[in-house]
């Protein structure tokens, strides 16, 4: 007579796992999760590059219509000490590009924010931008006595030698500040890239090392 122990070791609960077919399932669950999170990520990346550019381009656009219906004169990139046209948050509200409401209503305009972030400098409860405006984009005098900063001047749209190299707007990295090449944000691209528009209208992702002061934000530039 057969025992009837006689295979109870190699028996499985019917519909059961074993416990090293489930750590293999585990197994297999994290190899796919560290081969799929990596590519998660980069796609995150790089929608939020696409939308900043996006949003860049309708800035770029704004600022043209404002030229256009204001003599061919650009705003002013730094809204401090000067009475001397607008500067360009103000200027570019009526356009859809700044701020939507005017003051004290202000209302946050998801226009002026990359989805990648903005500086840490801001209030939390304040309207926000990501992107500034170039600071050489106008006549900047030296400050009267007693003064840290001086006034400044809008300049003319004709008047930049090179429009297709020079930067118009960009991510900036300190609040509420006329932006320069030192004051580059790069944010995209897992912290290499920086979105910015050009005053000719295209508008693109940049490295630090595919930017200067000298051809991309002087006026008029130096090489």
């Known amino acids: 007579m057969k025992s009837p122990f006689t295979n109870r070791r190699f028996a499985r609960v019917e519909g059961g796992f074993t416990l090293i077919e489930l750590l293999v399932v585990i197994a297999i669950i994290a190899l796919l999760a560290a081969l799929l999170i990596p590519g998660i990520r980069s796609m995150r990346e790089s929608t939020n590059a696409a939308t900043s550019i996006s949003n860049l381009r309708q800035m770029g656009a704004a600022m043209h219509l404002y ?8 705003p002013r990139a730094d ?19 700044s701020h ?32 500034s405006m170039n600071g050489n984009l106008q006549v900047n005098h030296p400050p009267p006595d007693g003064d840290p900063i001086g006034p400044v001047d809008p300049i003319a749209l004709v008047s930049v030698k090179t429009p297709t190299k020079t930067v118009l707007f960009a991510d900036m990295l300190y609040a509420g500040r006329a932006m320069n090449y030192s004051h580059v944000a ?14 000719d209208g ?3 992702a940049r490295s630090k090392d595919a930017l200067s002061y000298e051809a991309n934000f002087a006026q008029p530039p130096l090489n």
């Not at 030229?67 to 650009?74: A, E, H, P, Q, T």
């Not at 809204?79 to 590009?97: E, F, H, K």
């Not at 305009?109 to 903005?118: E, S, T, W």
């Open 67 to 74: 030229v256009i219906d204001n003599k061919g004169m650009l």
């Open 79 to 97: 809204g401090r000490n000067s009475d001397v046209g607008l500067d360009w948050a103000t200027a570019l509200r009526a356009y859809g590009a």
């Open 100 to 131: 939507r409401l005017p003051e004290p209503q202000w209302e946050q305009n998801p226009l002026l924010i990359n989805p990648a972030g903005v500086s840490p400098e801001y209030p939390a409860a304040g309207v926000k931008s990501s992107y």
């Open 186 to 199: 790069y944010r995209c691209m897992n912290n290499t890239k920086a979105t910015m528009v050009f005053i």
């Open 202 to 204: 295209h508008a693109e």
